[in-house]
């Protein structure tokens, strides 16, 4: 009995034993806890119930320079269903109902939302896609739906909102407004307007600090945030949406016309530089429909062909090597150095004519004869003409990806001798399209080179925050008498030289035809193919825009493959129709005569705008036009869907006014 009392009392011992250990353990464990590892857990804790949360910045809008809106932020919705959530009860007396006003809305049979409703509650689905790409009128109307007018914890709706970028003229101009997006390598490409001037446009982001609560829900821990989001500024863009409407369709009328397979136009103000049209349609090889792919206006340089012969004319009068009345003779349209000949588009050349003449009629034979021969013991002299005026550099465009020119320097360890000949018929060196437009703007705008503009000014409302004014590439490309035989020149060449189809006694055009072969030196000539430009200015005595259009390999089946016959017509379609389609000036008679109908309008609008106080008025029936200057008034920024009158607003009348606070008219 002792000995079995005796190993009763070691069991106990032990036990005790083993609990003072744990206990130690115990107590070594919460002591390094608390003073050595106490940081470390007070910030695992702190990390996974409080945490900051981004407050998107609004972005700024993109404008054209006569106030329509080219790019701008609208909210987009997606509806998904917590089958969970919802009781039995009301599941089964509402679904129904839902899939009946989802069908409505959305278009598909009730039966579809019936089905996907109940496969969702009998799977016990917490995240069903119902809708997605809904707009913020169609989102307000879905979370007022029978259940989902419940909320999220007992009606199982799950709202999901993310911001687009919309551009309400469509595919006009959409390379050059532009984008910022990730690409499949996951790199953020930047684009046109929106990626060259991001830093103005995206604003800057806020931050606010939550704590989590119940059912994964997060709080504000405080009132105000920790950084307030700074919205984006404006940029007004110098494109002319009714310009670029008439560039945009006379060259896609052509590029189908001809099969070609890509095609560019630009319209320039001459006196400013700023880019009033630019449209760059490639096809699509699948559907044969063309889209804005490539900035090729921008990025792609090329062998000019004849617009580079406006560049001999310039070097050849300015150094007074020979005046526009030197005779040479054609020799038959073929003329050879070094092996390699040179020959004229018309068989059998032109015979003897003028310097001038071979302008006109654009015979490389005339042209390459009289560079070739005043500058062949110095062609750098030449190829300094061509410096000097900056045609060997990038215009310095704010666009990623600009094409740069090739103009070979004497100095190259490739230079031959055939260069320089090469060069008087615009091969051998490259330009981008933009580039050789500068160009003839120079001409048009009496010697001033202007860099091309596309941005006038960034705006925060109605506050100007960067204006950018003209800047001067070169003041003076040559003298005025060389730029007034030029202008002659280029006003010959329209009305009888290689632009003669495109002659209008009506109106008046300047410009140079140019039709280059491109990869003429591959595998023997199979992929040779022809680039075809116009580019000049109009009215021709008085000049207002300068315009250039390229077109790439028209189909050569048609025979018609001449600068003249496929990028000329472009010209001259959008010229006219710029002039013939303006807006009237004829003065307005009885201008001060009162009208019943707008004063009756007026008095309603001015009475509306007395009574409001510090509330949200109540816009609907109201003119869109008069409900924005009303909201603006109070302080508050408006955003606006569709013409007409007020529909439906975001914010319902008698909601206090917050100043800067943004309002979404929906316009019948």
């Given at each position: 009995?002792a ?7 070691y ?6 034993f ?123 109307k879905?979370k007022k ?17 993310k ?49 989590k ?9 405080r ?15 110098t ?45 699509d ?78 015979s ?43 103009v070979h ?50 705006k ?13 590439i ?8 060389t ?8 006003l ?15 109106f ?25 430009s ?19 390999k ?9 600068g ?12 006219q ?42 816009l ?21 869907k569709?013409i007409?009158?007020?529909?439906n ?15 979404t008219?929906?316009?019948?």
């Open positions: 009995m000995v079995e009392d005796k190993n009763i009392s069991r106990i011992y032990l036990m005790a083993i609990i003072f250990l744990m206990a130690l353990a115990i107590t070594i464990k919460l002591t390094n806890i608390q003073w050595v590892e106490g940081d470390y857990y007070r910030k695992l804790a702190k990390d996974r119930t409080v945490k900051t949360f981004v407050i998107p910045a609004n972005k700024g809008n993109i404008y054209s320079s006569d106030g329509s809106l080219l790019a701008t932020s609208i909210p987009n919705y997606t509806i998904r269903f917590d089958a969970v959530a919802p009781k039995s009860e009301d599941f089964e007396s509402k679904a129904d109902s839902l899939a009946m006003s989802l069908s409505k809305l959305l278009g598909k049979p009730t039966s579809h939302y019936q089905s996907l409703l109940r496969k969702a509650r009998a799977n016990k689905s917490r995240y069903t896609l119902i809708a997605e790409d809904l707009s913020y009128t169609e989102y307000s879905i739906f029978p259940l989902f007018n419940k909320g999220a914890y007992k009606g199982g709706i799950i709202v999901e909102q911001t687009v970028r919309e551009h309400p003229i469509g595919k006009i101009a959409e390379r050059t407004i532009g984008y910022e997006r990730i690409d499949e390598s996951g790199q953020l490409k930047r684009v046109g307007i929106e990626g060259a001037f991001g830093k103005y446009l995206n604003g800057k982001d806020g931050k606010v600090l939550k704590q609560i119940a059912k994964g829900q997060w709080k504000p821990i009132d105000q945030n920790e950084v307030d989001p700074q919205d984006g500024y404006d940029v007004i863009s494109i002319d949406v009714y310009i670029q409407d008439i560039a945009h369709h006379a060259l896609l009328k052509q590029l189908e016309e001809y099969g070609a397979e890509h095609g560019c136009v630009v319209v320039m103000e001459t006196k400013t530089g700023q880019v009033k049209a630019i449209s760059n349609l490639g096809r090889e699948k559907s044969g429909n063309y889209y804005e792919t490539i900035n090729y206006a921008v990025a792609e340089s090329h062998e000019p062909g004849s617009t580079f012969k406006l560049i001999d004319m310039i070097a050849l009068l300015d150094d007074n090597k020979v005046d526009t009345s030197k005779v040479y003779d054609s020799r038959g349209g073929i003329i050879t150095y070094r092996g390699d000949k040179v020959r004229d588009s018309h068989e059998g050349g032109y015979g003897k004519i003028s310097l001038g003449r071979g302008f006109e009629v654009s490389n034979t005339i042209l390459v004869q009289a560079v070739y021969e005043n500058y062949k013991n110095n062609p750098q002299e030449f190829i300094d003409r061509i410096n000097k005026m900056g045609l060997n550099k990038p215009l310095g465009l704010p666009f990623q990806g600009e094409g740069k020119p090739i320097q004497t100095s190259d360890k490739n230079w031959n001798p055939n260069i320089l000949p090469w060069m008087a018929f615009g091969y051998s060196v490259a330009m981008t399209p933009l580039q050789t437009l500068t160009l003839y703007n120079a001409v048009a705008n009496n010697g001033e080179m202007v860099k091309p503009q596309f941005v006038s000014e960034i925060e409302w109605n506050k100007t925050i960067k204006k950018y004014d003209k800047q001067i070169n003041p003076k490309i040559c003298s005025d008498a730029i007034k035989k030029l202008k002659s020149l280029l010959n060449v329209v009305k009888r030289g290689t632009g003669a189809k495109l002659y209008s006694k009506d008046s055009m300047a410009g140079k035809t140019g039709t280059a072969q491109a990869n003429y030196g591959t595998n023997g000539g199979s992929e040779k193919h022809y680039i075809s116009f580019v000049g200015f109009f009215p021709a005595e008085h000049p207002k825009y300068s315009c250039i259009v390229v077109v790439h028209p189909n050569t089946s048609m025979n018609n493959y001449y003249a016959d496929v990028a000329g017509p472009v010209f001259k379609r959008i010229a129709k710029i002039f013939t389609d303006a807006p009237s000036t004829n003065e307005i008679k009885n201008l001060d005569k009162k009208v019943a109908k707008q004063e009756t309008k007026y008095q309603e609008y001015f009475t509306k705008a007395q009574n409001v106080k510090n509330t949200i008025p109540n609907k029936g109201m003119p869109g036009m008069d409900a924005v200057a009303l909201l603006e008034n109070l302080g508050i920024k408006v955003k606006v569709g007409g009158k007020v529909k607003q975001s914010i319902q009348a008698g909601q206090p006014i917050i100043k800067n606070t943004i309002i008219l929906e316009l019948s």
